[in-house]
């Protein structure tokens, strides 16, 4: 009886030399390279597409205008030119053909008509719109004049979201 006793505290002892050492090599084994990792920023738009489900007007307390606006800062598009190139602005399905295309900035206006339920306009909102491509970022302005204006419109981007898409226009 007591040699399978001594037995058994052997195997105790044994195993838990082993599982001390397995836990000693987790605990401080280090990760390696072999050869090297470069990694680069090597994010490249061709097209502008910002989706978004919330725009949220801001008016500024000390401009004596009714102007009401929506910025942000996005990625830089390489490549922009708007002098050599033909672009295509689409904003929740609409394309807009009147838009002002120069060599780093679009401007365009969409004029949206908002209906009660008898069919009476509520409200006729402008949205202007003005994206600037410059070297290090991209900045998207969405604008109106008008408190009413704002409120509809902003009522609209939360029920619809706002899909605004430049796409470069490739002749065959």
């Given amino acids: 009886m007591k040699l399978i006793q001594y037995i ?14 397995g836990l000693y090599n987790e605990l401080t084994s280090e990760s390696y390279i072999n050869g090297s ?3 680069e920023n090597t994010f490249i738009t061709e097209d502008f597409i910002y989706s978004n489900t919330q725009v949220t ?3 500024d307390i000390y401009d ?6 929506f910025t942000i800062d996005l990625l830089p598009i390489e490549d922009f030119n708007g002098l050599k190139n033909n672009y295509e602005i689409i904003i929740n399905n609409y394309i807009l053909y009147h838009a002002e295309i120069t ?14 339920t008898t069919g009476i306009i509520e409200c006729s909102s402008e949205l202007i719109i003005n994206v600037s491509f410059l070297s ?10 008008g408190q009413q204006s ?4 902003q009522q609209y981007f939360t029920d619809n979201g706002i899909n605004l898409s430049i796409n470069n226009i490739k002749e065959a």
């Fill in 57 to 59: 007007f801001y008016h």
């Fill in 103 to 116: 060599a780093g900035a679009i401007s365009a206006s969409l004029s949206i008509d908002f209906y009660d």
């Fill in 8 to 21: 058994i505290c052997y195997l105790i002892i044994i195993s838990s030399v082993f599982c001390g050492i």
């Fill in 150 to 153: 704002s409120q509809f419109l």
């Fill in 37 to 39: 990792l470069n990694i």
């Fill in 64 to 69: 004596e205008t009714e102007l009401y606006y």
């Fill in 136 to 145: 290090s970022k991209t900045i998207l302005i969405l604008s109106t004049y």
